[in-house]
């Protein structure tokens, strides 16, 4: 009996595109996945919240969805930089052949490992300038 084989590659660019919203953990679990669902759902509260808190800046009002995101992006790295035995160990048990990670899946990696940079320095920096300044400076 085999299983649908799990591409780790697959996975990875789900969680950078579409991690905020579950993608890669339905991708992988299944609908039934309680994680998945928790990103899912940081959408509608967040667009709950925004009507609910009307000139509220954007970073409080959709916070569990930028939370959500760099979770997935931090997801991301990890689920690229596991080793293909330790994949295939842990969601391919069944499958009939081996993951053969490549040069894509290092390009997906580099790209997240920047652009999360740059989200993460940007939503600290966000964060601090409505702390401090009350927003004064955007």
Do not use: C
């Not at 950078?16 to 993608?23: A, E, F, H, K, Y």
């Not at 509608?44 to 959709?62: C, D, K, M, R």
């Amino acid at each position: 009996m085999t299983s649908p084989h799990k591409n780790k590659t697959i996975t990875t660019l789900l969680a950078v595109l579409t991690g905020s919203i579950g993608g890669h953990r339905f991708y992988m679990y299944g609908k039934s996945d309680k994680w998945g669902w928790l990103h899912f759902l940081s959408l509608p509260i967040s667009f709950i919240a925004s009507h609910l808190f009307i000139g509220q800046p954007g970073l409080v009002t959709y916070s569990t969805l930028v939370l959500s995101f760099l979770v997935s992006l931090l997801e991301a790295l990890i689920i690229g930089l596991t080793p293909d035995e330790k994949w295939d160990e842990r969601h391919n048990k069944l499958s009939e052949h081996p993951s053969e990670s490549s040069w894509p899946l290092a390009l997906i990696l580099v790209f997240t490992v920047g652009f999360g940079a740059i989200a993460l320095i940007g939503t600290i920096a966000r964060a601090f300038d409505l702390f401090y300044t009350g927003g004064a400076y955007g």
